[in-house]
């Protein structure tokens, strides 16, 4: 169905996350029902003793007591109550590691995941055809196949156990009270642990289906792969338009050209301006670097205000190469710019003088 939509890449990491943020997880009912089941067959062979004692001293207790008929109904209160406290005494142990079986099942499958997204009013939820598809789907009708085949392998594995111990329930009565506890128990434990290793077979075999299934169903067309790049990166042109506010940010304003004591070109490529005003700066200072188009800005900027220009190509690639717009000239560089300012301020000083 995916390569019929168009749909034939796996689904990206940004995919899997908002259907992790929707409840949208792979996990398999059956392998967090035989984790319980397992759980269940072991604690059921390690806590029988337990059980079988405490039932005992209960029952004994309860027997020791006595109870008159004749007045019984005035008692059916009492003895329910400690029916029901005798029974969760008894019950507890397995409860407790029924809830944590299931926690650690779910853990293990989805990891901690907390989402009330399932729960938001939809009016998909209510749509009847899509109620249809859910109860005559391919997968629902493929879940009914499966849970009936389940159905059918533990009953005929129950029966299987059974009429191979058909002998031993037989002859069960001469054995003695004494040994027909741990007789049925022993049969239990049998079939229990077969059960398990069945269904936690089939388990780990529906994890890994449903994994599959949910990574199908998220798969992607490459437009949406497209659009769901531009959404992250944004769209190219607005990207253009970030990556030249920041080459402006990085190499400085042409107005900041205005400021300049000297602007440096290679003469057609590059144009870099530079201040230098014993008042503010201790050393030389890049006001503001340009190339091509921007270069020309700034050399028609420049000779608006009369700012000397003087043409040095290693000295004006070293810097644009090398400086950004605020960075003080590097120290390698001071010798060429004490020279190039020596010749500005000699030209300043023979105009003065023709004034």
Do not use: C
């Amino acid at each position: 169905m995916a390569e019929k939509d168009g749909k034939t890449e796996k689904p990206t990491p940004k995919k899997l996350r908002d259907a992790r943020k929707k409840g949208q997880v792979p996990k398999s009912q059956d392998l967090s029902s035989a984790l319980s089941f397992v759980t269940f067959a072991l604690a059921f062979t390690a806590l029988t003793t337990y059980v079988l004692q405490r039932a005992f001293v209960i029952l004994q207790n309860m027997l020791r007591g006595g109870f008159k008929i004749q007045n019984i109904e005035n008692e059916l209160g009492s003895i329910g109550t400690q029916a029901m406290g005798f029974f969760f005494l008894l019950a507890a142990p397995f409860l407790i590691i029924a809830f944590l079986s299931a926690l650690i099942g779910n853990l293990a499958q989805v990891g901690f995941l907390f989402t009330g997204e399932p729960l938001k009013p939809s009016l998909k939820k209510i749509n009847p055809i899509s109620g249809f598809k859910n109860i005559f789907g391919k997968k629902a009708v493929f879940g009914l196949f499966k849970n009936l085949a389940k159905l059918a392998i533990v009953v005929g594995f129950t029966l299987y156990i059974l009429w191979d111990s058909a002998l031993m329930i037989m002859n069960a009565g001469s054995v003695g009270t004494e040994h027909i506890f741990p007789l049925m128990i022993g049969l239990v434990t049998k079939l229990a642990f077969g059960l398990a290793v069945f269904l936690a077979i089939l388990g780990v075999g529906d994890f890994i289906f449903q994994r599959y299934t949910h990574k199908k169903e998220l798969m992607m067309s490459m437009q949406e792969i497209k659009d769901e790049y531009k959404e992250m990166e944004g769209d190219p042109q607005m990207k253009s338009q970030r990556k030249a506010r920041y080459r402006e940010i990085m190499n400085g304003k042409v107005s900041d050209v205005d400021q300049a004591t000297v602007v440096i070109t290679n003469p057609t490529h590059f144009a870099i301006a530079i201040r230098y005003d014993q008042t503010i700066d201790e050393v030389p200072v890049v006001l503001a670097k340009g190339q091509d188009h921007l270069a020309q800005r700034m050399k028609e900027r420049a000779k608006e205000h009369d700012i000397p220009m003087i043409e040095n190509r290693p000295l004006a690639r070293a810097l644009y190469k090398d400086v950004n717009a605020g960075d003080p000239v590097p120290i390698e560089l001071y010798e060429a710019i004490a020279e190039i300012l020596a010749l500005i301020l000699q030209a300043e000083k023979r105009k003065k003088h023709k004034i």
